[in-house]
Each structure stands twice: as C-alpha cells, then as structure tokens.
C-alpha cells in the first residue's frame, strides 16, 4: 500500500471537532478528540478513540464513563483549549467553564451547545487509540441553531 495515497484516503473520511471530558474523583481531563460516531440506535450507543497514552483515555477507562462536548462552527477558540493538558481551576477546564453532567458527573462545557453522558459498555485497546464503544445515559442541547464543528472546515487533519 502506498502511505501517502492511504492518507489522502483516509483524511476524506468526514468527522466533527469535540470536547472528551471525564472525571475520577478529582482528576480531570479534557481533551479535544474527532473520531467519534454512532454506533446504534437502540441501545443508544457511541464509539469514541481516544489516544491510547493519553489522560483522558487512562480516566475514562478508570471511572467507567466520559462526555462528548460537541463544538460550534465558530469555536475554534474553544477547541484550541482542549489540545493540551488538562488544567482545572475553579470551575474551569483550560479556562472554559463547565459544570458537572446529571448522570456521570463529566464536565459539560458550559459553551457548547450540545453534549452527551455516556457509560463505556466495551474498550478495544489496540494501536495508538483506545476505543470505547458507550451507552448514551443523558443529552442536552443549549441551543439547536449551532452548526457543528467539521474537522476539515478547520484547515486541520487528524487522520491517516
């Protein structure tokens, strides 16, 4: 296989720009992840890859349990806090407020329109990203006219 073709083909796959969130007691991460997607109806189910050698991989897999915070089109701003460690002061993640989700206790960023709980049901830890396979367990929209972050509109990659 050619590598820079298997790249190209691969970056074509389209993803959004998201917050993963998750708490164990009083460590916190944050990190900002693209390769999320759902994976069934009923039960309501996602699957998440997180880098394998990351916080918020060793958290999640920890506390049982994460968030997804879905950014806006225009919140690359937000999404910029969310691409190094995770700092918590006060009641803030990477200085963007967030209060603690009804069903998990994740951090919800309180400037995201949308997100979801969710209870990890299965993890394959194989490569470089740990995927979680999770139960959605709560939903909240801020407000419905934000459209989403898509990764590609961003200029950036993440992929291949």
Known sequence: MDPAVKKVALRALNYGLHVLTAVDGEDYAASGVNWVSQASFEPPLVMAAVKADSGAAAIAARSGSFAVNVLGADQMDVAKA??????????????????????????LITACAYWFECHITDTVARGDHTVFVAEVVEAGVRDDSVRPMVLRETGMNYGG
């Open 82 to 107: 969310f691409f190094r460690s995770t700092v918590r002061e006060n009641d803030t993640l990477n200085g963007q407020g967030f209060e603690p989700g009804p069903a998990t206790g994740s951090p």
